[in-house]
């Protein structure tokens, strides 16, 4: 029986805070129950450090930045980017600081507008390539970006995120336009860490936002596909084509703890660019995830899960197995 208890696939990189989130002063981040702090130096650097004072155990991220260290708010004592500690206020200038005055420090990156760790073993960290989304850089895309939070284990999120068949049910009045409930047979396309789908759509006169500007506009080719996939251990893309017109809703479901995930999203778009339609996308995304939020939040804890699938599933049952291969080699190398 497979091992269903929450857990982190550990040598991946996880966004735990989007860039906007970051400041001047640092901030609490959470990625399964792993306190961190994030904060970035007067230099601009992101720094990711355990959010436990070595002293007497208080938050870092309620310190003050000091130049590339931080400063602990209890009694002041520094640690510096890479979790030493650089600083006791109370000590004579003869004392030593103890050698065992550090916190854990992290790898990060900054990309796609979000703030990347990894927790896993250190040496594995560069040679641990950042999942891709190249239209993010390119010209002729506009990129809203936002976040979402789930009462929810990450998987749930992430297979929802992936979940072909639902559209028509929950998203009835969004853009779940009826008459689409049956998914045409489809491929795995398979990569090292998921897999992707594509399934045929047809535009429809009921579509509302983006999608149904897509729908009436007389240049709209009427058949069109979407695309589904995923990325271990927590990111989903969802890919809308009508011809030339491409939309994009990637989640990058962050695990707050075994119960609680935050959602960073990404909607993608090559029509439609100018910044005024944003405030339109945030609402209508937020609406989306509402709509499967009564859902999700509702399910029962995959560890309790009794559950018989179809064909329209076979996404999600990849990600599963593919989540467990990667699990259960963590377990076997101990
Ligand atoms: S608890 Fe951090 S300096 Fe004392
Ligand atoms: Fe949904």
């Not at 891709?132 to 010209?139: G, K, R, T, V, W």
């Not at 936002?146 to 297979?159: H, I, K, L, N, S």
């Not at 990325?231 to 893309?237: D, E, G, M, S």
């Not at 609406?287 to 804890?301: N, R, S, V, W, Y």
Request: hydrophobic residues 40%.
């Amino acid at each position: 029986m497979a091992n269903l208890d929450v857990a982190l696939l550990p040598n991946h990189w996880y966004a735990i805070a989007a860039s906007t989130d970051l400041g001047s002063t640092p901030i609490a981040a959470s990625l399964l129950d792993q306190q961190l702090v994030v904060y970035r130096t007067t230099a601009g650097q992101v720094v990711v450090l355990d959010d436990r004072c070595p002293h007497r155990g208080a938050s870092l991220a309620c310190g003050q930045v000091k130049g590339n260290a931080i400063a602990c708010p209890y009694h002041g004592w520094q640690f510096d980017l890479d979790g030493h500690c650089a600083q006791i206020p109370s000590q004579q200038a003869s004392a030593r600081i103890p050698q065992a005055a550090k916190v854990a420090s992290y790898p990060v990156q900054e990309r796609y507008g979000l703030i990347w760790v990894f927790t896993g073993d250190r040496d594995r960290a560069a040679q641990t390539p950042l999942w891709e989304l190249p239209e993010y850089d390119q010209a002729g895309w506009r990129v809203v970006q936002g976040q979402f939070d789930w009462a929810a284990d990450y998987r749930r999120v992430t297979e929802n995120g992936m979940d072909v068949a639902h559209s028509p049910f929950v998203h009835a009045n969004s853009f779940g336009a009826s008459g689409n409930e049956v998914i045409a047979d489809f491929e795995l396309e398979k990569s090292d860490l998921g897999a992707q789908i594509w399934i045929p759509i047809e535009p429809k006169a009921n579509y509302r936002g983006s999608f149904n500007l897509l729908g009436r506009k007389q240049e709209t080719p009427k058949a069109g596909r979407s695309g589904a996939a995923f990325h271990l251990p927590n990111i989903t893309r969802i890919d809308i084509e009508f011809g030339n017109f491409h939309l994009i809703l990637v989640g990058i479901h962050q695990p707050i703890s075994a119960t609680t995930t935050r959602s960073h999203w990404l909607h993608v778009r090559n029509f439609l660019t100018a910044g005024w339609a944003d405030g339109g996308t945030r609402k209508r995304t937020a609406k989306l995830f509402q709509e499967d939020q009564k859902i999700i939040e509702g399910i029962a804890p995959l560890r309790d899960r009794n559950e018989i699938s179809v064909a329209s599933d076979r996404l999600q049952l990849y990600y599963r197995q593919l989540w467990q291969q990667h699990h259960s080699s963590l377990v076997a190398q101990g």
